[in-house]
């Protein structure tokens, strides 16, 4: 708990449940040994009783980043007013796309901050489409974010050229079998969807081999990055992706609804229209020409002014993160997975009900863990508002049965992963979720 003790409210719950394993004094062990412990201190924790697991919704607030919200806020927009365009503003979204590039395995000039992630895979898609005219058909697979789902449908109604959707289910309700990808490929499909890691059983994908299947029918790929980046490692060049998209707020640490990024190869940049043709993606913005030019490069993707409050605030978390080294911020979400399953078989030897729905091969899964149970609704509520307990764990749900556990290395202690599953031990002991209602409300 990076120096910070807290107790379980039943004290005799450590030896009752750590009869067989012991799993309170593996945390310790493994907190001392952490190479990343000193992370945990750069970011805003005013409760140690409330223990974060949802970093993969909402990453944790760098110190870093506070500050620096704080100046961009006095100095450059209190002080510099419209001056800071040209000192900072104007640049930031290449800057920091070059930044994340390093981080994604692509190259400076393929990657740029922008809008949302889900405005961004409509403009990729519609560029994408746009390419390849001739072809109609279009794959995404079950486990896609609903949003992605969505962006697809209307895009493929706006260019009413009678695409067809194919859906590739999931056999197992855990992963895709990459082989059904491969047969629903033909020459008929222009576009592949996919996120790589995928939200709620943390499904990951081989890129590499994913991407060459597509890339040998003659379509194209996006990948969406939004539960991988700051979390895995990605190589988009070495995969010779085509294109992607991503958010910054959930391991990337940006802050609510910060800004999004995009990603397009370089050789496909040129033949790339974005479908919204604003100032700031024209060639040149402040000549205030009345016909449209894009720019050359990957700049042709934005649209209107970026949120310089909100881009500003990525900065300092990505600099974390490349301190810290995604290797080892794989390393230790594989240990802190590695531990946590074992911790949740242990669970399932007792409560049956409550079964693994994440990969169980790491290669397979990204930084979060996912589990089934009949009453998922009542145990996240009765995780995050216990009646009885002093420690909230947050952790989310996700329909029909679903609870997700994000591990952010960065600031997840091992100490806390135990704490969560002695709350899990205790409220399945209990049946506490009988307490709760069946739906949950708002965000969770
Ligand atoms: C989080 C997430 C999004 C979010 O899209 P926004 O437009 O930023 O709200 C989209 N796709 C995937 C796969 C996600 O995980």
Not at 115 to 131: G, H, P, W
Not at 326 to 339: F, M, N, P, T, V
Not at 396 to 422: C, H, V, W
């Amino acid at each position: 708990m990076g120096g910070t003790n807290i107790t379980c409210r039943n004290p005799n719950a450590d030896r009752r449940i750590g009869m067989e394993n012991n799993f309170s004094a593996e945390a310790k062990v493994a907190d001392g040994s952490d190479q990343l412990k000193a992370y945990r201190k750069k970011f805003l924790i005013t409760d140690a009783h409330v223990i974060y697991l949802n970093g993969n919704s909402l990453g944790r607030l760098p110190l870093a980043s506070k500050e620096l919200a704080q100046k961009v806020i006095s100095e450059e927009w209190g002080q510099q007013l419209i001056g800071g365009w040209n000192k900072r503003w104007y640049k930031l979204s290449a800057k920091l796309g070059a930044k994340l590039s390093l981080l994604i395995g692509a190259k400076a000039h393929e990657v740029i901050f922008a809008d949302s992630t889900s405005v961004n895979l409509f403009k990729l898609a519609y560029a994408a489409l746009q390419c390849n005219p001739l072809r109609k058909k279009i794959i995404i697979d079950a486990f896609n974010f609903p949003s992605d789902h969505y962006i697809l449908q209307g895009v493929v109604q706006m260019l009413s050229a009678n695409h067809e959707i194919i859906i590739i289910p999931s056999v197992d309700g855990v992963t895709i079998n990459e082989k059904d990808i491969e047969n629903a490929l033909d020459n008929e499909v222009a576009l592949v969807c996919l996120s790589y890691v995928g939200y709620q059983t943390s499904f990951k994908y081989n890129m590499r081999s994913v991407t060459q299947m597509v890339h040998a029918a003659g379509a194209k790929i996006i990948w969406d990055l939004s539960h991988a980046a700051g979390a895995v490692p990605v190589d988009l060049n070495g995969c010779q992706a085509d294109y992607a998209v991503g958010c910054s707020y959930k391991y990337l640490n940006g802050g609510p609804g910060s800004t999004a990024y995009l990603y397009v190869r370089e050789d496909l940049i040129p033949d790339s229209k974005t479908p919204v043709w604003g100032w700031f993606g024209s060639a040149k913005p402040f000549d205030f020409d009345l016909q449209y030019e894009p720019s050359e490069g990957i700049q042709r993707f934005l649209a209107g002014t970026p949120p310089v409050l909100s881009l500003s605030v990525v900065e300092p978390a990505l600099d974390m993160i490349f301190e810290a080294g995604i290797d080892r911020i794989d390393a230790k979400s594989k240990g802190q997975s590695e531990y946590f399953i074992t911790m949740l078989r242990f669970l399932h030897q007792k409560f049956r009900d409550l079964e693994l729905s994440s990969p169980k091969n790491p290669a397979q899964r990204g930084s979060h863990i996912t589990i089934r149970h009949p009453h998922a609704a009542g145990i996240t509520q009765a995780m995050i508002n216990p009646l009885k307990s002093n420690v909230s764990v947050i952790t989310d749900f996700r329909k029909p049965n679903f609870i997700r556990f994000g591990l952010t290395p960065l600031y997840t202690s091992y100490q806390e992963l135990y704490m969560a599953y002695t709350r899990l031990h205790e409220i399945l002991d209990k049946k506490e979720y009988l307490n709760y209602p069946e739906r949950i409300q708002g965000v969770t």
